[in-house]
């Protein structure tokens, strides 16, 4: 008699995010299952821009346009 798995066959997430000050991020993964199991895949891609104040690097200076 054969058992069947209840799991998912495969599962994708996307994510998005940003914030007030202009930084924004966005995410895209999955996770699949393939040959009852035998094989598996696990992927991501991410991206982010980053809107952040940089203030000093404690004594190096840095040259500003």
Do not use: C
Not at 20 to 35: P, Q, R, V, Y
Not at 47 to 61: C, I, K, T
Request: proline share 0%; no cysteine.
């Amino acid at each position: 008699m054969s058992r069947r798995s209840s799991a998912a066959s495969y599962i994708s997430l996307l994510s998005l995010g940003a914030t007030s000050n202009g930084s924004k991020g966005a995410g895209i993964d999955h996770l699949g299952f393939w040959l009852d199991d035998r094989l598996r895949y696990k992927g991501a891609l991410l991206f982010s821009d980053l809107n952040l104040d940089f203030y000093s690097l404690g004594q190096v200076s840095l040259n500003r346009r």
